[in-house]
């Protein structure tokens, strides 16, 4: 009994964790956060990859 007690007071706390940090987030946030000017190395990369296996 006393373990379902204790099982059901963690999970009652980690719930209130979770709501009150979901409270606390201030409204809407797009996906995407920061700046988006970098330069894409992977997609470079794999054009040359791609470029240089057509030339074989």
């Known amino acids: 009994m006393a373990t379902t007690a204790l099982i059901i007071l963690i999970i009652a706390a980690v719930v209130w964790g979770l709501e009150r940090n ?6 809407p946030r797009p996906w995407l ?3 988006s000017d ?3 190395r992977d997609l470079e990369r794999a054009w040359s990859e ?4 057509r030339l074989r």
């Open 50 to 53: 791609y470029s240089a296996s």
């Open 22 to 27: 979901e409270r606390r987030q201030s409204g």
């Open 38 to 40: 970098t330069q894409d």
């Open 33 to 35: 956060t920061g700046s």
